[in-house]
């Protein structure tokens, strides 16, 4: 015996207009997830305030809070070359809603340390790279090295006497100042501090005698006659600073260090979150107002798409861990 179930009109009806609002549904829930950022988003800087990480992310976040009208809050978790800040962003969802900002010094970790407590290849995806500065030797103004040949005869006469900050072992001002001691066979002895900022203010006050630092982190000082810069890296001099001489003219050759900043996020981020990124970071750094701040900063205003940020990344790598092996740097 067969058995049928009869439906009202009423039931029938419901179910035919449920199935014809499906695909207005669907729609719906894909507008509701493309519609990043609805809420704030948190950007770890790695290292404390005032550095030029944290200055150059602080002048990015205003820019894309202002450009998708959400916005991006900066937190600054110092500790660890940075790996305390980058590890918990490692850890947070891949939601778009938790960033981390770093520099040339990520590419630094998996040389200086054995094991870290994230996994650069698996845990974080690179973003965009923006605001390319070079790194500059930074003395206090009435510093008695007057040039850099009167600082390197100094360390040559006295071996690590010449004393240098950096925001700890193995930032990229550490194996900047390492990398010029090799490159002029001389010996400084090294001073690290908190960050980037506190080894600036040691500088000013004296404690130590030179800072390597990206020129982002340092133009404010420079400018206002409080630091003085004895060379920067780069293939031709400062148009902010034109009596500055590079590295090169100051007779040390095949020194390009160059600083980057770049935001990653968790891997497995949503595409259309990491795109949206590259766009809003590409259109900030082609605004009048970023090609500015770079440009007085010293720094080269482009940005770069995660492609050519993972090259740069790559290069980066190469670059300090043939470093880290002349320097004799064992990871801990």
């Excluded at 179930?5 to 829930?29: D, E």
């Excluded at 009435?142 to 006497?161: M, V």
């Excluded at 060379?231 to 600083?259: H, Q, Y």
């Excluded at 766009?279 to 995660?306: L, N």
Aim: contains cysteine; proline residues 8%; hydrophobic residues 45%.
């Amino acid at each position: 015996m067969t058995y049928r179930i009869r439906t009202s009109p009423a039931v029938r009806c419901a179910a035919l207009a449920f199935a014809a609002a499906l695909p207005l549904l669907a729609c719906g829930i894909a507008q509701a997830a493309e519609a990043w950022p609805s809420r704030p988003v948190r950007v770890v800087v790695p290292y404390g305030p005032g550095g030029a990480v944290d200055v150059a992310t602080r002048k990015m976040a205003q820019m894309l809070s202002t450009q998708t009208g959400q916005s991006f809050v900066v937190e600054n978790k110092p500790g660890a070359t940075g790996t305390i800040g980058v590890s918990q962003v490692a850890r947070a969802a891949p939601d778009g809603y938790t960033l981390v900002a770093n520099d040339t010094t990520y590419s630094l970790l998996p040389h200086i340390f054995k094991q870290l407590p994230f996994d650069p290849a698996k845990d974080l995806q690179p973003i965009s790279a923006f605001v390319f500065a070079p790194m500059a030797l930074a003395v206090s103004n009435d510093s008695p090295y007057r040039k850099l040949d009167d600082l390197i005869a100094q360390a040559r006469a006295k071996p690590d006497t010449i004393t240098y900050g950096s925001g700890g072992p193995g930032t990229t001002p550490h194996f900047a100042a390492e990398g010029l001691a090799l490159a002029t066979n001389v010996k400084f002895m090294h001073v690290p501090f908190k960050g980037a900022a506190e080894a600036t203010q040691a500088v000013l006050g004296k404690v130590i005698d030179f800072q390597f630092a990206s020129t982002t982190g340092v133009m404010g000082p420079v400018q206002g006659g409080q630091l003085r810069l004895l060379a920067v890296s780069g293939d031709k001099r400062l148009a902010v600073l034109p009596d500055v001489p590079t590295f090169t003219e100051a007779g040390v050759k095949d020194f390009g260090v160059v600083n980057w900043t770049g935001l990653w996020a968790p891997k497995g981020t949503p595409p259309e979150v990491t795109e949206r990124l590259q766009r809003e970071i590409a259109k900030a750094m082609a605004s009048e107002e970023m090609q500015s701040f770079a440009t007085k900063m010293g720094a080269e205003p482009r940005a770069a798409d995660a492609a050519e940020f993972g090259r740069i990344l790559a290069d980066s790598s190469v670059m300090w861990g043939n470093v880290a092996r002349n320097i004799g740097y064992d990871a801990k």
